[in-house]
């Protein structure tokens, strides 16, 4: 298990951006497969974006894909979640999460998550 704790969220307007961030906590943070999921009141919890620990290759829900950049720092033992160009369907709560093995895109597969982070945009 690894502790991740988010920042960042937020209201934003249609067509703004937001940066949000998620900080692991141990030494081995380079070991692990990162992504960002989303939930709205009701919804299911649902696959936003992916980076994996070998080569830093970087997949996305077709939702967010040309809008949405995640990247990692290993360095900082940080993950980021930067969104442009928000839409009024991008709010939910934004949960950052985290698994040894592979870079999924199925919630069910991670054991580790944050707390969440709230992002709200309006028009």
């Known amino acids: 298990q690894v502790q991740l704790v988010e920042s960042g969220g937020g209201l934003a307007q249609a067509g703004g951006s937001l940066r949000l961030s998620c900080a692991a906590s141990?030494?081995?943070?380079?070991?692990?497969?990162m992504a960002w999921f989303r939930q709205a009141p009701g919804n299911e919890r649902e696959f936003v974006a992916t980076?994996?620990?070998?080569?830093?290759?970087?997949y996305y829900a077709d939702s967010v894909k040309g809008r949405f950049t995640i990247s990692r720092d290993n360095a900082k033992n940080t993950i980021y979640l930067q969104m442009d160009s928000l839409k009024r369907e991008d709010t939910a709560v934004y949960y950052c999460?985290?698994?040894?093995?592979?870079?999924?895109?199925?919630?069910?597969?991670?054991?580790?998550w944050g707390q969440g982070t709230q992002v709200t945009v309006s028009s």
């Open positions: 141990g030494r081995t943070f380079g070991t692990y497969n």
């Open positions: 980076i994996s620990r070998s080569d830093g290759r970087t």
């Open positions: 999460a985290a698994n040894p093995i592979y870079h999924y895109i199925e919630a069910r597969r991670y054991d580790s």
